[in-house]
């Protein structure tokens, strides 16, 4: 099993969920603008991309986190089908995926925001960080409640994107805390220090 990734990139998120299941896994860093070579194995261009036995290709983040947990329930990361969970996980992962994770790309685009544009970005982006805070606002300790699933493995990788703009988190301080604690757990750690994002250091 092979996962094509950008360090950071929403891709973390698979690295997360590889780490959690405790499957082996290599992986192959792409340079996402000028990777032509990488086209050959995903043609859209960006990250993730999980190769499987026989050449497979898997893209788009909702559909590998699935399938990963769906091949490994005994890892526990992802609600039965057919049931109102699993269609509250895949609401959340839909919503990260079209919603907030949209509202950070003008972000990383390579070009500066200025006046208007900046105003707007930054009022689209508070809005969807208000959506998740208004999903944790009972407290509960994941995105589903109590218990860690790929949706919250995508979500705090978007979430933590805050920290690469600069953004301050504490006026939503359900996410605030939500971002904290998911960031504690050892898969998590590690993933992150395998990308060069924490030192081995934190992660221990």
């Known amino acids: 099993m092979r996962l094509y990734y950008k360090p950071g990139a929403c891709s973390l998120s698979s690295r997360i969920v590889l780490t959690e299941i405790g499957l082996a896994f290599e992986t192959i860093r ?58 509250r996980l895949q609401e959340w992962l839909n919503f990260t995926s079209s919603e907030l994770h949209k509202a950070f790309s003008p972000y990383f685009r390579g070009q500066p925001l200025t006046g208007a544009e900046r105003e707007q970005v930054e009022d689209r982006l508070a809005r969807r960080i208000a959506d998740v805070e208004r999903g944790l606002g009972d407290g509960r300790t994941y995105i589903l409640g109590d218990r860690f699933t790929v949706a919250d493995a995508y979500l705090f990788v978007v979430l933590n994107w805050s920290g690469f703009i600069g953004l301050d988190l504490t006026r939503w301080p359900a996410v605030a805390a939500y971002r904290a604690r998911i960031a504690a757990r050892s898969s998590v750690r590690e993933a992150m220090r395998q990308e060069g994002l924490i030192t081995s250091e934190a992660a221990e």
């Open 30 to 87: 792409v340079d996402t603008e000028t990777g032509d070579d990488y086209r050959a194995i995903n043609p859209k261009g960006y990250v993730p991309a999980l190769e499987l036995e026989g050449g497979v290709v898997l893209t788009e983040n909702p559909a590998i986190l699935q399938f990963l947990a769906d091949a490994h329930p005994e890892a526990g990361l992802v609600p039965a089908s057919g049931g109102l969970e699993r269609a």
